[in-house]
């Protein structure tokens, strides 16, 4: 556009000076004829120089023309100017991590991003009846078939650089639930304030997203974590994410959001809860990671725990309703727990591994409960990628050459596996005892897109929910489950 105006420029002045050439002429007079002559010569005098007066009219009317021309365009080039200037004011970019807006002083930030993980299960020897309850002797087998395991929308957002906002609601299931929701403040260089709905600082294996997890669903030690750490309403403070080596969260909460629509006129209950971790290896490709966490945990005024009574369960799968065991624990005055974790990476391997106890303060006299349970996983990234860590979490891994039938290439496979076990049974309180071993095989075909096969066989159980029946224990039970997730 400054070419043009230029050119425009130098053009008008040109033909103005060409136009007066053409149309002016020097005329003369004889001194003594009084005739005039276009030419000088021999008593002659010049007269002066003379336009024609109809051609300097309409030269004068076409540089006029020209003058207003430049005018408005540069009038246009000062609104485009403008125009570019409040648009470089914002920022709009699509990656693989969502819909981003920024402005260009980085003080404001939205993002949109969501999750989709669409299940296929199915059980096999699920032939049982209810062990006890009012249900004794009743059939019962696991649902097989297909569910959205989960299906979220995320809205992240930053205020004047220093406040963050995150939103995640979930239709899964055909409801609406809210899963974080909170206000964090990152403007002390040392700590990180969260307030809001968010997970409690407890568990490697809760604290890391779905996305992100090696297998389905987490490990039968969430049978006594899923319960009582999960999301709730607090306060926290935690080291900032880019700390190197170690991270510290240490927060106090409420029950969950549900909790004034499930819990009645019941006063609200409270927990205290802290995590540390530290990785003395912490490199690109080689990580060791140790942590502790501890939680403290008051039921409501109606002995229930976030927004519910207290029952520990394990259901086979999400759609299943083939619950193995089902204990549920009344008359609680408060939960005490100590987590101990341990993972190491090593290039394409993995291996990590964790222990909960539970200690069970009862308002029943001598009725006080020890319960635990704990997992060890191992990893291998056949296609050679790493899994990546910070801050005390692991995460998925991102496939060198994502999949692609043009160029050739598959994504990243990974082969994992797990055992875990939980111990319900104390004394006089039989709960029951579980272990189970999954096999997963998980195919990254992006960043973005993957699809995971698990499967999952559940044996050495007693004093479980549910029988055959013969009255034998539910070993050799075996799901599958097949997933495809897209997250971004």
Request: no cysteine.
């Amino acid at each position: 556009m400054k070419f043009s105006k230029l050119t425009l420029a130098v053009t008008a002045v040109l033909g103005a000076g060409m136009s007066s050439a053409a149309f002016a002429i020097d005329l003369y007079v004889d001194q003594d004829t009084q005739q005039i002559f276009a030419q000088p010569g021999p008593n002659r005098v010049k007269l002066g120089t003379f336009e024609k007066v109809e051609e300097a009219s309409k030269q004068k009317a076409e540089l006029e023309e020209i003058r207003n021309d430049l005018a408005l365009k540069n009038n246009e080039l000062k609104a485009l100017d403008e125009h570019m200037k409040e648009a470089e004011k914002v920022k709009v970019k699509l990656d693989n991590k969502g819909l981003h807006f920024e402005t260009a002083d980085k003080d404001f930030k939205f993002k949109l991003g969501g999750r989709i993980q669409a299940d296929a299960n199915y059980t096999d020897d699920d032939n049982y009846v209810f062990a006890g309850g009012e249900k004794a002797g009743e059939h019962v087998e696991a649902n097989d078939g297909t569910e959205f395991r989960r299906a979220r929308i995320d809205f992240n957002g930053t205020f004047f650089k220093d406040w963050n906002f995150k939103t995640v609601a979930d239709f899964a299931d055909n409801n609406v639930s809210m899963k974080d929701l909170f206000l964090q403040y990152t403007g002390l260089n040392f700590m990180t304030v969260t307030g809001g709905q968010q997970k409690q600082n407890f568990s490697r294996e809760l604290l890391e997203s779905s996305n992100d997890l090696m297998f389905t669903e987490r490990s039968l030690m969430n049978v006594l974590n899923g319960p009582v750490v999960d999301r709730a309403i607090g306060l926290n403070l935690q080291t900032p994410d880019n700390q190197k080596n170690w991270s510290a969260q240490l927060g106090i909460f409420g029950d969950t959001i549900a909790a004034n629509k499930n819990n009645g006129k019941a006063d609200e209950g409270w927990s205290v809860s802290g995590r540390a971790t530290y990785a003395p290896i912490e490199e690109k490709t080689k990580v060791v990671h140790l942590g502790v966490a501890g939680n403290y945990r008051a039921p409501n005024a109606a002995d229930q725990v976030m927004d519910k009574g207290l029952v520990y369960e394990y259901e086979t799968d999400h759609m299943s309703n083939l619950f193995l065991l089902e204990a549920p624990v009344k008359n609680v005055n408060n939960i005490k727990m100590l987590g101990l974790e341990a993972s190491g990476l090593y290039g394409p391997f993995s291996m990590g591994a964790e222990y909960t106890r539970t200690w069970l303060d009862r308002k029943d006299k001598g009725s006080n409960l020890e319960l635990d349970g704990w997992y060890v996983d191992a990893a291998w990234t056949i296609t050679g990628e790493s899994r990546k860590y910070k801050a005390g979490k692991f995460y998925k891994v991102d496939p060198a050459k994502p999949f692609s039938f043009k160029n050739g290439t598959w994504g990243a496979w990974e082969l994992a596996t797990r055992y875990s076990t939980v111990d319900l049974n104390d004394g006089s309180f039989h709960g029951g005892e579980l272990s189970n071993v999954t096999v997963a095989l998980n195919w990254y075909f992006n960043s973005n897109v993957r699809l995971m096969a698990d499967w999952i066989r559940a044996f050495n159980a007693t004093d479980t929910a549910v029988v055959t029946p013969t009255g034998a224990d539910p070993d050799n039970n075996d799901t599958f489950t097949l997933r495809a997730q897209l997250a971004y």
